[in-house]
Nanobody
């Protein structure tokens, strides 16, 4: 499995911006590199994904137009630029890749075998 380490979380006011990073080690991202989040008391939800080979992107409706996922293949890193943050964006954000169930949708957490430890993002109102 690939090892994933997220960084860039923190406390920000509503309307502000943050950029999260996720670095892969051991081997490269495979298929899709994705971001999920889990708010307190809620299940993990898909945020965004990017095809490592083509660069095609997928977004949850709740973040379209505000978040941008990108990748740097040379650095084995995926980024999540988050603008116009809202209090409801408060969550632990996880990076995931390595499809152990590739027949599942890109948006399904059960598709992925490799997960990072998560980084906390708190948006104050």
């Amino acid at each position: 499995q690939v090892q994933l380490v997220e960084s860039g979380g923190g406390l920000v006011q509503a309307g502000g911006s943050l950029r999260l990073s996720c670095v892969a080690s051991g081997r490269a991202f495979s298929s899709y590199a994705t971001w999920f989040r889990q708010a307190p008391g809620k299940g993990r939800e898909f945020v965004a994904g990017i095809s490592w080979s083509s660069g095609n992107t997928v977004y949850a409706d709740s973040v379209k137009g505000r978040f941008t996922i990108s990748r740097d293949n040379a650095k084995n890193t995926v980024y999540l630029q988050k603008n116009s943050l809202k209090p409801e964006d408060t969550a632990v954000y996880y990076c995931a890749t390595d499809p152990r169930r590739p027949w599942l949708p890109v948006t399904s957490e059960d598709r992925y075998a490799s997960w990072g430890q998560g980084t906390q993002v708190t948006v104050s109102s």
